[in-house]
């Protein structure tokens, strides 16, 4: 049986308000998804089995947000599960309809699979839809990973929002990574040149009002002017997504390369089944601070040596929750690393911000020669 | 050094602070500015308008090189005058004041000659422009084989800037990557060469961190990079990456010359600069009983007093305490069994004024194929063993510089044809010696320009 602090907000403010979600009790939230999940009739087939090996009892135990961190990291496992068994029993009628299962990683490993439900993925793409609300009929290039990623399906309904029409072009960066590791950067040079070129030839010939891209692509496009005068004349929103952009190149396409445009991050991961959205505003130091959708989706940043939440304004590993009836995905440990920043008051977790790798400094390690 | 320093990118259209900037200390750690770190977005811009800007008329360029070399000697440049410029260098990154003048006087040299340079190198059979007459009836025209060359420079001295103006000269436009330890003479150099007339799009200064330096090597069509053998690692499979590492210069004493009256070049080999050259000596190799002369060697080098880098009279590098602590303990464990004649104990010497000397060694090896001999090390570091001629070349194989102390044609003859010895001196030359004109790799000619064939009959602009 469902409670129905579960259901997602039915109509979400056609403009977009950022403010307008219900505020629900974090505590009564956790303890009724417990019960959604842990409970025969309306678990899954992966969790129902996955808890008689659990230390503990989810129901009984797991009773706020800081409780999740007894849960051990699953998604590993989600490279072998068949998918079937991650769809929970008690979901029906339009709950029930899937969207599409979408994979993550893969360029290590074999991918994780993940089932993305109709009526969570419109939600999840109506999370930052306040930054669309002015921008009437468009369609979209989406230059970025398709297949099975969910970076691709989310631009088609974007497409679709704007009453226009996707444009895409392939790029598997699983292929980029074997071709690194077998030729080098020049090889991953090669590709994108290959993707730009595809790109370049829609924007010069179709009325592209969106165009969603990843950082490193933007910076290739940035290069050529041709390109750039193409999307200072057509383009009226970017959206970027899938890698780090630092503070100075955000500046530098904000202000130099396509100044008047909206320059709008998400920070997402197929394994949390959506992103979090750029905050309205200036930033932190030249920075997008990205907010989650508490508390379907929430966010913490913890130090890699101790699993401890950083304090607000520390650098540390992102771990991320997906909190939903739909799925279960909680204290996934992701590779990035970020800024903890405050959320917005009554949020789970944290909001973050200069998301990105590792911050590596110079090693002192002796190298023979004199420079 | 009142004012808090800012080492900023020099863009084509002009300075560029980024937030993302690193401090930049003194010896003793102490914060004396901040140096921008440009994203690769910027580099990428900046490449790209470099290439749409016009190349400087070849005549335009040469003045420029000569204006450059005044105003880098005499003017003051990014707030600092040239004494003031020394200074800073000596204080803020270790390397002896007298070992910055000497390279300054290095580079003004080295602007002044490009003229005769670029003549030495350019192959006999060809003009420098198409509008010579001899073109009329047919001859090779020296064409660049790109438009960009990159610089990933080093900080260990600053005569490493006298090496990439010959690309200016070539007519190509120059992106520089300072080195973070020293930024100052890259800044210097820039800013000279600017003021002289080299328009901003066709000389630009980007310092950034190890990835983005690397978008700079892809993005620019050559580039030259100063490392140690990871940097020539990484590097050497790129055709068109020039990689300045250790040099393993050495010396060869054969037994029809007397050591002893060469101690004096021998030890201005290893202890030049500092011994922070690729062309100081990293090996000794004696025909006969090497410890003689390994002895002499020691009692000179051991002679050189420990200063602070500022002091006029210094000539050894300093360098933050914990560093000069690492460079100590790899000593150590390369050096393994061979002896210590200087240095063995340790080679950190602590000052009062903050970081530490990098002290002198010598230690002694028993065959000249010992694995010691190739380890060169930022400091005067040498390795002293035995040769005889049955041992061959061998063991002089891979030398940036050998200098030869012998009468034997024969040998000097298979020295010559050997391709991993890249320059030979012979008799009472330091491996050190360098003159403006003289190759120190190769010509930059030899990689970045190329004879294209060509014949022309009153085609062109009439004057022609």
Known sequence: ?371 | MAEFLHIDALGPTGPYRSRNRRPLTSLAGTPIGEISQVPSLYVRRTIAAMRAAPVLAGAQRLDALDAAAELFATAPLGGLGPDEYVRLVSTASGVPRAVVRQSVDWIVDVLRSQRTTVELAMPRGAVGDWRDERTRAGSAVWARRGEVFAVHAAGNTPAVHGLWPEALALGYKVVVRPSTREPYTALRLVEALRQAGFPPATLTLLPTDHDVADVIIAEADYAIVYGGQDVVDKYSAIPTVLTQGPGRSKILVTADVDWREKIDIIADSVSHLGGTACTCASAVLVEGDPEPLARALAERLGRIPSLPADHPDATLTVAPTASVVEVDQYLHKVAGDARPLLGGDTIVDELPSGGAVLRPAVHLVDSSGAAQLGVELPFPCVWVGPWQSADGIAPLRDSLVLTAMTTRAELIDALLDEPSIINLYLGDNPTTWLRPGIPHDGYLGEVLMRTKGMIRTAVGPAAA
């Open chain 1, 1 to 371: 049986m469902s409670s129905p602090v579960l259901d997602l907000p039915r109509a979400a403010d056609p403009a977009g308000n950022p403010a307008s979600y219900p505020a629900v009790d974090p505590d009564e939230y956790i303890a009724a998804l417990m019960r959604w999940h842990f409970t025969a009739s309306t678990g899954s087939p992966f969790w129902l089995r996955r808890a008689r090996s659990l230390e503990f009892d989810p129901i009984a135990d797991v009773r706020t947000f800081a409780d999740l961190r007894l849960f051990p990291n699953v998604v590993d496992e989600f490279r072998d599960v068949p998918v079937e068994d991650l769809i929970p029993r008690g979901l029906t009628g339009e709950d029930r309809v899937i969207a599409g299962v979408y994979e993550s990683g893969g360029t290590t490993g074999s991918p994780k699979r993940f089932v993305m439900f109709d009526r969570w993925m419109e939600f999840a793409l109506g999370w930052d839809e306040f930054h669309y609300a002015a921008l009437g009929p468009a369609n979209v290039l989406a230059v970025a990973p398709s297949g099975p990623h969910m970076f691709g399906a989310f631009a088609a309904r974007r497409a679709r929002r704007h009453d226009g029409v996707r444009f895409t072009v392939d790029l598997d960066p699983r292929w980029i990574k074997r071709l690194i590791e077998r030729d080098g950067p020049g090889a991953a040079d090669l590709y994108a040149e290959h993707i730009i070129d595809q790109a370049a030839h829609i924007l010069t010939t179709q009325a592209v009002g969106i165009l969603i891209t990843t950082p490193p692509l933007l910076e290739r496009m940035a290069r050529r002017d041709d390109l750039v005068a193409l999307i200072r004349k057509n383009v009226r929103f970017i959206c970027w997504s899938g890698a780090h952009m630092d503070a100075d190149s955000r500046e530098i396409f904000q202000t130099e390369v396509f100044p008047g445009i909206p320059l709008k991050g998400l920070y997402g991961s197929t394994t949390i089944l959506g992103m979090s959205r750029e905050r309205p505003g200036e930033g932190l130091d030249g920075l997008a601070l990205f907010d989650s959708p508490s508390p379907y989706i929430a966010f913490r940043v913890v130090d890699p040596a101790t699993g401890d939440d950083v304090n607000l304004g520390e650098r540390g590993q992102v771990v991320m929750n997906h909190l939903t009836k739909y799925a279960l995905i909680p204290n996934n440990l992701e590779r990035d690393h970020a800024l903890a920043v405050e959320p917005p008051p009554g949020w789970l977790g944290c909001s973050v911000a200069d998301v990105g790798p590792v911050a590596t400094f110079d090693d002192h390690a002796v190298i023979e020669g004199v420079y």
